[in-house]
Nanobody, 124 residues
């Protein structure tokens, strides 16, 4: 399956944005999907993940209560709804997937396919 992230853009602090991860060549419904982000000069970091079997969700502490990961099966996409955005959320956001679930769901190395990222800039 090939992944493509979209929906990034410029948003003011405190604003909201939804980024989406679309799949081609397969369905996301049987895969665990995660969002990572990478800010300039920093390592790629875990943001959120949704499990394939029961749609259990995991979040980084820095985004919990502000971000929501979810599936839109009708569109074969996984979205990341981002609210109360902060300047430190500025980064390129990537989606990725894997078969099954890994206890190391926060580790980029636990995933296979990666899509091209989408840039989210939080600035006034």
């Amino acid at each position: 399956v090939q992944l493509q992230a979209s929906g990034g853009g410029l948003v003011q602090p405190g604003g909201s944005l939804r980024v989406s991860c679309a799949a081609s060549g397969g369905t996301l419904s049987g895969l665990s999907v995660a969002w990572f982000r990478q800010a300039p000069g920093k390592e790629r970091e875990f943001v959120a993940a949704v499990r394939e079997s029961n749609n259990a969700k995991r979040y980084a502490s820095s985004v919990k209560e502000r971000f929501t990961i979810g599936r839109d099966s009708s569109k074969n996409t996984v979205y990341l709804q981002m609210n109360s955005l902060k300047p430190e959320d500025t980064a390129v956001y990537y989606c990725t997937s894997r078969f099954g679930w890994s206890v190391a769901y926060y580790d980029p190395g636990a995933y296979g396919a990666w899509g091209q990222g989408t840039l989210v800039t939080v600035s006034s």
